[in-house]
């Protein structure tokens, strides 16, 4: 059974700091490229940052310096810690595999987390 469950979204101030984190099924962890993604209202969803099994990452520009991802081998996690948060980081956060994982001839995605930046 597939495993994505993500958490650590939640309302914080501009300039704040948040902790996701996503839970994966070991088989999918252990043999993928990870990354987190993230869809804003009326926008299609976006790759932000992403970390190869050799713990190599990239990030998209609009977040460089300010996010960090990581993966754990021993808990079969990603997290991403972002620091500096803006307005426009507001969104839902999903992590998957790069590409994303399909289920049938559809992409397969969890539930996501929230983050809301707002005074």
């Known amino acids: 059974q597939v495993q994505l469950v993500e958490s650590g979204g939640q309302l914080v101030q501009p300039g704040g700091s948040l902790r996701l984190s996503c839970v994966v099924s070991?088989?999918?962890?252990?043999?993928?490229?990870m990354a987190w993604y993230r869809q804003i209202p009326g926008k299609a969803r976006e790759l932000v940052a992403r970390i190869t099994t050799g713990a190599i990452r990239y990030y998209v520009s609009s977040v460089t310096g300010r996010f960090t991802i990581s993966r754990d081998a021993d808990r079969n996690s990603v997290h991403l810690q972002m620091n500096s948060l803006k307005r426009e980081d507001t969104g839902i956060y999903y992590c998957?595999?790069?590409?994303?994982?399909?289920?049938?001839?559809?992409?397969?995605w969890g539930h996501g987390t929230l983050v809301t930046v707002s005074w």
């Open positions: 070991e088989n999918i962890f252990r043999t993928n490229t």
């Open positions: 998957n595999t790069v590409p994303p994982l399909m289920a049938g001839s559809r992409e397969y």
